[in-house]
Structure formats: C-alpha cells, structure tokens
C-alpha cells in the first residue's frame, strides 16, 4: 500500500514552529530541531507551510521565487538538511506549492506589466477596463474589495483573487503551465515527497469573464465575496485537467510522490478532482467536512450524517483523508472544548485513509489572544480598512501562534518576543509539562497513533455503521475493532460484541468487556473485538 493511503500528516506553520536564530520567526533549522519530537509523536509525514522567497504581504502566499528560501526562513542548504533528517527519520515531506498567484515582485509579473507587448503580458490575466472605466466585472476578493486593479501604466486591470500584491496566473497559457511543473520538478528532484497544492480549485476562471450571478443570501456587512455565487471564478472544467497534467509530473519520478489538494467544495464537485483510475488526478483532495459541517454542529448524529455521506460518496478506488484544523481555521479546542477536543482526535485517527493534524493540537493549543495593534493577518487589515473600527477581528493570527513548548519566556519558541505574541496560558499548556503527563492531551495523542499503527483493522478495514444511542457515534473497522464516541455530557451505555477495551481517551482504562460498553461523560473507546 502507498505510504499516503494510510499516513498521518502533521502541518507546520514555519513562521511558528521554532525559532532558531533569535529573530523572534520560525525557521527551517528550528523545523530541523524538533523533528526528534516529530519522530516519537508517531506521525508519518510533515507538510510544510510556504517558506519561498517572498515579500510576505501575506506571509509567503505571495511567492517571489519558487525555486529559493526566503532569508528569514533559512537558505535551501538548510532545507536540504532538514529534508535529509526528515528521511534518515523515516519520514516523509511534502512542502507547499502555490500555483494560483504569485507575488506582484515575482520577476514574471514584473516582466507582465512592463508593456502590452511583452512576451509575459499573457502571464497574468488582464483586461480592459468595462465602459465606465471601472473593473472588467464584478468579481470579488477573498480578501475583500473587487478582485481586479488598474495598472494606471498599461491602462488595464490584472485579476487577484486574495490580495492586490498576489496577481493570478494565466493557467490558459501552456507557458505557465510548463513554468509551475519545472517548479515542480526542482522539488521533487530534490527529493521531496510530495505538495499540498495551494486553493486547487482556484486555478482557472470563466474565459468570457462573465459576472456572477448576486447571492439571495447575503446580507450587507458580511464577508464582500459572499454576495455573488462563484460560477465563473471556482471549479472550471479545465482545472481538472490541470490537475491530471500536475499528476502526470509527480508520476514521473520514482517513491510514491503525491499531492493534497486545498479544494472547498460540496462533495458531488469535490470527487472529480480525484480523476479517475485510467486518468487519476489528486491524491488526496482535502476532505474539509470535518471542519466546514462537523464543528459547527458537534453532535454525534451531525457528524455520523457529515461521515457516511463522504464515505458514500467516495469512488471506490479513492483513499478518504479527513482534517480537524489548519492554519485559516480557529483552533480545535477552542471550538469544541477541551473535553470534546480528545474525542475528536480519536475520531480523526481511527476513520479510514490520511488524517492531517495541525501543529499544537496535540497539547490542546487554544486560539492566541492578540492586540488590536498586533494583528498581522493581511485578510484581516484588509477587511479592517474597508470596515473602520468594526472589522477589528484578529484574522487568522489566533490559530498561528507560536508553538508552546516549554513553561518558561515565550514558551521556548523563541529567546526574543515573537511575531506573534505567545498565548498567555503557555505556562500550564507546553509540551513539556505535558510530557511528564501520563493524563495529558500530548500522551492520548501519542498513544492513539500508537495504537493505530499496531491495530491492523484501523488502516486498512473498511468503515462500517454501528447502532448507538442518542449522543454516541460508533462504527466498526471491519470485524476487528470498534469505536464509540460519547459527545455528551452524560453517561452512556452501549451494547457491543465482547471485547477488550485498547484505549480510552481518558487513559485510564483497559480490560474486557462483555455486553454493554458503559461511556463516561466525553469519552471515546477503541474496543478490540474477540
């Protein structure tokens, strides 16, 4: 079996993982460092946030050279070195690749924007202005405002879909095509494992530039793109066949590479991506449900409805994957509580397929507390200019926080204040407070992949339904073990085949069962059946 149809993945945010060199920001060396760390959690491979050479308007999204690393991240000897490691560790990397956007001082744009006639005008998507003089149409930025600028020297407008300094690609363009996959192929020559590809869904839009149609339910001073239906900038038929040419580059060299897809899409739209057995497409396109439709309504029935419907419907030749959290998405334990926070671990690492942790989680990381004057996040400034004193939300600053790993100054991420300020609960919440736990957040999360790796039935055993009472979600792995989730409050009980309970979130038990599982308030089971 290929290595990502049952590995787990563990996000870094580079920028606050570790700091190495006192500057107060998260390096590739400081990545390097705690890879032993990394290694006895027991995950199998680690994606990488960008760490490209970048002016960071929005912290390395913003891509000025693919093919380098950016000074305050290291120098690619240092990525070599920790690519090194992270084999000689027998684990596996998968880095980044932002394909959509580069930044607006990428040497390409900066050729696309220096006449009409330039060999790279058709780089970028550019346009007239509309009879007015205003933009083309009336699409919209994720990050607020119209998705498109006048560049007052060529007196046209250039296409961005998240900030001005990000103009799209030109993905119609075979030039700029060939130009990501060389991308492409200088990492992989370099030997990585494979990319997590950056708003796959993203790549192509409308070719009549037509506008979207107004969204019936959107309400004045909610989200500026929420107001159209996105027909003409998501999800176009050609981005599929991009993503098959993308396949085509990772299958031409040798190791099992992959790639993970950013795709927030239904599920009948999300299936596509995975192409198909003779023309397969992404590896793994990012299964957000857990996050977009379990989180808000954390129930045990909400989330076994939001389960069988993905496993329903999965191809039957796909590898499901699922994830609980990342770095655009408020922290897991401050959604869903502490207590609910260790059910939900067990429920990621005991569904089948590829399960993607974010880093901090597993100490139970909660969302940072920052300042009105600390806020960093380019989407949230933005939305901050267009809203006044009304649009002071943090952004994604509060799940990006630096990592907490000791009790003592700026939780050992740094000798220096961060960039980010450290969450003031660090003295309690750090690893190793909680490595000395055996109760501990840190210890279930460790204990669980153990577990997941010596129980055969949890990596490869098909996903089966089980009936459970109202508040517990319970569902076999083949014939061999059973998981049951208490999402309440309450004490529950559950009838099971006899068995031997493998773990509890509490970890405090083990033994036989015989006929009835008997649930603490907010516990989960793994039962091995006889």
């Known amino acids: 079996m290929e290595w990502w149809k049952t590995a787990t993945i563990y996000q870094i945010y580079p920028?606050?993982?570790?700091d190495s060199n006192g500057d107060g920001i998260g390096d590739l060396e400081?990545?390097?460092?705690?890879?032993?760390?990394?290694?006895?959690?027991?995950?199998d491979a680690i994606w990488l946030s960008p760490f490209y050479r970048s002016p960071m308007k929005d912290f390395g999204y913003d891509v000025a050279d693919y093919c380098d690393v950016d000074p305050i991240f290291g120098t690619l000897a240092d990525f070599d070195r920790l690519l090194e490691d992270t084999h000689r560790l027998g684990l596996k990397l998968i880095i980044d690749l932002v394909p959509n956007h580069t930044s607006d001082q990428h040497p390409w744009f900066v050729e696309s924007r220096s006449g009409l006639d330039n060999p790279k005008r058709d780089w970028y998507v550019w346009r007239d202005p509309a009879p007015d003089g205003g933009p083309p149409n009336n699409w919209m930025a994720f990050f607020g405002g119209p998705a498109w600028t006048l560049d007052e020297r060529t007196g046209q407008y250039y296409l961005h879909q998240f900030l001005p300094e990000q103009p799209d690609l030109n993905w119609r363009n075979p030039?700029?095509?060939?130009a990501i996959y060389e991308v492409m192929r200088f990492w992989l020559r370099r030997g990585v494992d494979g990319f997590r590809v950056d708003v796959m869904w993203?790549?192509?839009?409308?070719?009549?530039?037509?506008?979207?149609p107004e969204n019936p339910h959107w309400q004045p001073g909610q989200w500026d793109r929420g107001r159209h239906l996105h027909l003409y900038t998501e999800d176009q038929p050609e981005t599929r066949q991009i993503v098959g040419e993308m396949r085509q580059v990772l299958d031409e060299f040798d190791g099992d590479r992959m790639m993970v897809g950013e795709i927030y899409l239904p599920y009948e739209r999300l299936m596509p991506y995975y192409g198909t057995p003779e023309r397969p497409g992404c590896h793994l396109p990012f299964n957000f449900h857990l996050i977009t439709q379990g989180l808000p309504n954390w129930t045990a029935e909400n989330l076994r409805r939001v389960v069988e419907e993905y496993q329903a419907s999965l191809p039957s030749w796909a590898t499901p994957n699922w994830v609980l959290g990342n770095h655009d998405q408020h922290r897991l334990a401050s959604?869903?509580?502490?207590a609910q926070a260790r059910v939900a671990a067990m429920l990621l690492f005991t569904l089948p397929g590829s399960p993607t942790w974010y880093y901090g989680d597993e100490i139970g990381m909660v969302d940072g507390v920052i300042p009105p004057e600390r806020v960093q996040d380019p989407a949230a400034l933005r939305q901050r200019g267009v809203a006044g004193d009304q649009g002071l939300d943090p952004g994604r600053d509060p799940e990006r926080t630096p990592m907490q790993w000791t009790p003592f100054a700026y939780a050992g991420f740094s000798t220096v204040e961060p960039w980010l300020p450290v969450n003031p609960d660090y003295p309690e919440r750090n690893v190793e407070s909680q490595d000395a736990d055996p109760f501990s957040m840190l210890s279930l999360v460790r204990t669980l992949l153990v577990v997941r790796k010596a129980t055969p039935g949890l990596l490869e055993a098909p996903y089966e339904s089980y009936k459970a009472?109202?508040?517990v979600f319970a569902y076999l792995r083949g014939r061999v073990g059973l998981v049951a989730l208490n999402f309440t409050g309450e004490p529950k009980t559950l009838a099971v085949p006899p068995g031997e309970i493998l773990l509890s979130t509490h970890l405090d038990r083990y033994g036989v069962v015989e006929n009835a599982l008997e649930l603490r308030p907010h516990e989960g089971i793994i039962l091995k059946l006889s």
């Open 469 to 471: 009472p109202e508040g």
């Open 30 to 43: 400081g990545v390097r460092s705690r890879l032993g760390y990394l290694k006895d959690l027991g995950v």
């Open 202 to 212: 993203l790549l192509v839009e409308d070719a009549l530039f037509r506008d979207e």
């Open 175 to 178: 030039a700029v095509r060939q």
């Open 335 to 338: 959604r869903i509580g502490h």
């Open 15 to 18: 920028r606050s993982f570790q």
